[in-house]
Nanobody, 118 residues
Framework: QVQLVESGGGVVQAGGSLRLSCEASGSTFSINAIGWYRQAPGKQQRDFVASITSGGGTNYGGSVRGRFTISRDNAKNTVYLQMNSLKSEDTAVYYC???????????WGQGTQVTVSS
């Protein structure tokens, strides 16, 4: 079983940048795709942000395409989310999860808060 811990959130002004990290431990050999998701204030659902496969294939949600970049360092068992040109609507708690667990609705951690001030 894999454990994931998010970090790197904070408060940033609109137009600024942040880099989030998702560090994996445990049965990392079983990881396939890792996804970033976010839950905006007042919303119950988590929205898809980006994902990356073990081979480096990427996919992005429409609202972040061109501004966010997902990457992974397999040697460090870490997936990153570089967020540029941040907007107030990017304010949310950001979570990472394996894609299968996310589809089952399990495996969610504490997340990391990102607040973009305008």
């Amino acid at each position: 079983q894999v454990q994931l811990v998010e970090s790197g959130g904070g408060v940033v002004q609109a137009g600024g940048s942040l880099r989030l990290s998702c560090e994996a431990s445990g049965s990392t050999f079983s990881i396939n795709a890792i996804g970033w998701y976010r839950q905006a204030p007042g919303k119950q659902q988590r929205d898809f942000v980006a994902s990356i496969t073990s081979g480096g294939g990427t996919n992005y949600g429409g609202s972040v395409r061109g501004r966010f970049t997902i990457s992974r360092d397999n040697a460090k068992n870490t997936v990153y989310l570089q967020m540029n040109s941040l907007k107030s609507e990017d304010t949310a708690v950001y979570y990472c999860n394996t894609m299968p667990a996310a589809m089952r609705g399990t495996g969610w951690g504490q997340g990391t808060q990102v607040t973009v001030s305008s």
